[in-house]
């Protein structure tokens, strides 16, 4: 009796959630058009609290750019269809660009881009990864009321640590990308 409650607590301990959140969140606001996410916007967040900054440069491009070559601003703008054209700016030269088509790169539903989910599986295989299990993280764009950019990025996993510890859990970070000033983004 003894060994089966110590496993019943192992197992609620094991489980956990957490969510960041900027100061004041507003949530998403509803858009009901693609073309809503037209504009200049700041390619990273200025999370407050310590958290790492996310760059929408790194959710579009990932590993294309370094901390040294990171640009500046993030152009959107309507495409053909239902896509759009999303354009990396430094010092007002267009470095990247790219469409990314609904359907193939992204779903648009009630009123956010939801990015193709990742998924990983992990046999605790590479030197000190004592977890095997599953992974899936999804990632959200939007707008909030006051029209700023709105990430939300979630991880959730389940498996086992060191074999025998149940581990599950769900991590959720939002953080908010500003408009620009319409000139970070005029291009030469």
Request: proline letters at 5%; glycine letters at 10%.
């Amino acid at each position: 009796m003894k060994q089966a409650l110590f496993l019943l607590l192992l197992l609620a301990l094991s489980g956990c959630s957490t969510t960041q959140a900027p100061e004041n969140d507003t949530g998403f606001a509803s858009v009901a058009k693609l073309e809503a996410f037209a504009g200049c916007y700041k390619n990273c967040s200025s999370p407050a609290g310590g958290s790492s900054p996310v760059c929408l440069t790194s959710i579009l491009w990932p590993g294309q750019f370094s901390a040294e070559t990171q640009p500046e601003a993030v152009a959107i703008r309507s495409g053909s269809g239902s896509s759009l054209i999303a354009s990396a700016i430094l010092d007002n030269t267009v470095i990247q660009e790219s469409r990314f088509e609904e359907g193939k790169h992204f779903h648009f539903r009630d009123g956010r881009i939801e990015l193709n989910r990742d998924f990983l599986a992990s046999g605790a295989r590479e030197p000190g990864n004592p977890f095997i299990g599953l992974a899936t993280s999804s990632t959200e764009l939007g707008l909030d009321s006051s029209g700023q950019g709105r990430i939300s990025q979630s991880t959730a996993f389940a498996g086992t640590g060191f074999l025998i510890v149940p581990i599950a859990g769900k991590t959720s970070t939002i953080q908010k990308i500003d408009r620009a000033p319409s000139d970070l983004c005029a291009i030469d």
